[in-house]
């Protein structure tokens, strides 16, 4: 019963902020982070797709998308990784009890996912710059690199799940200290996992339509398929998570899963402007496809897919909301002391590291304009 659960005390060091500003700082951080994970995540898979059409359609359109794919998707680890660390350490401040005691518990793969992230960075390497040597070989490196990045978001998955569910920590314990555990029992583990993979097929399409129309400026043919490949992959991965997602709704807890459907405003509300800008998104691009100036069209298909992130994000805090408040851990009670010379230091790093951030992608956009695809 949850009454009789045995939670860690929280850290006896006063919260660095308000709660609701922690709150806040939280999703937007995670919102920085998101999206150049789903370019990593999605893009690995689209590359070697198009590696893989390219070479066995022999159509040098393809080749050359999975070749500057290949180029950027270096770029966008070291993105998703700076862009990650603050909203892990917002996970560790207002969740610490929880997220420590479920990394423990699943040791051995949360720590391996070190690892696998070195091999897979090091194969997106290997990738961009072996592409002519590696000739048919790199179809096995990138195809590696990008189920070991899919592998590291399914461990993650099971982390950030499994902190949600103090109830099955101690016997996970007691049948075995070593570490090892997963949380594949959970119902959820799975279609949230999913849910985030095919989401991330969607928003890695759009960055193949911001390639296309860059790229039209300078060779209309190919950025017009690279424009229409790219909003394939985003209409369908898109239509694929409406069932994705009510799988997701439904493995939910009832009294979670209510939520978003009337008990709560907020909640249902936005599950309602998720759906409704998805939609709309679809829409948008499928006539950018077909338009003969296809950018007006695709960026606001873009700007309503930026809605609805930011929906399924709030979604998502509101899920782990409810979850946690079965455990009677009302961390918006926790004593504040605010330090305003650490803070201030945070924000400034926080606008240097997206600047920085930023300044890589103008360098790859230029850099793109030089290389020409083998």
């Not at 249902?268 to 007006?296: M, Y």
């Amino acid at each position: 019963m949850l009454d009789k659960l045995v939670i860690p005390d929280p850290d006896p060091i006063p919260l660095p902020a308000p709660f609701w500003l922690l709150k806040v700082l939280l999703l937007l951080t995670f919102f920085l982070h998101v999206v150049p994970m789903n370019f990593l995540l999605g893009g690995g898979f689209i590359t070697a797709v198009s590696d893989f059409l390219g070479r066995k359609r022999n159509d040098q359109n393809y080749l050359s998308l999975a070749n500057s794919m290949g180029q950027m998707l270096p770029v966008i680890v070291a993105a998703t990784i700076t862009l990650g660390i603050a909203p892990l350490l917002f996970i560790q401040v207002l969740y610490g009890q929880f997220f420590y005691t479920s990394s423990v518990l699943m040791a051995v793969p949360w720590i391996s996912v070190i690892l696998i992230l070195i091999i897979a960075y090091y194969g997106l390497y290997y990738y961009a710059f072996r592409w002519q040597q590696l000739q048919g070989k790199r179809l096995a490196v990138i195809w590696i690199s990008a189920l070991l990045f899919m592998l590291i978001s399914f461990i993650y998955t099971n982390n950030l799940v499994l902190m949600l569910t103090p109830q099955k920590w101690m016997e996970m314990y007691q049948t075995s200290k070593l570490g090892m555990h997963l949380n594949l029992s959970d119902p959820t583990v799975i279609p949230r996992w999913l849910h985030f993979l095919v989401a991330s097929f969607a928003v890695a399409g759009l960055l193949v339509v911001i390639h296309g129309l860059i790229r039209m400026k300078s060779d209309a043919s190919y950025g017009r398929f690279a424009v229409k490949y790219g909003a394939g992959w985003f209409i369908i991965a898109t239509v694929a998570q409406f069932a994705v997602g009510v799988w997701f709704l439904v493995s939910l807890p009832n009294d979670v899963m209510m939520l978003f459907l009337g008990a709560n405003g907020l909640a249902t509300t936005l599950l309602v402007v998720g759906i409704f800008f998805a939609l709309l998104g679809i829409v948008l691009l499928l006539l950018a496809t077909v338009a003969q100036k296809p950018k007006v069209p695709a960026i606001f298909g873009m700007a309503s897919i930026i809605v609805t992130i930011i929906s399924m994000i709030i979604m998502r805090d509101i899920v782990r909301s409810a979850y946690l408040a079965k455990t009677g851990v009302n961390v918006a009670s926790y004593p504040v002391s605010l330090p305003v010379s650490i803070f201030v230091l945070f924000v400034l790093f926080l606008v240097i590291a997206v600047g920085l951030v930023l300044v890589m992608l103008i360098r790859l956009r230029r850099g793109a304009r030089v290389s020409q695809p083998a």
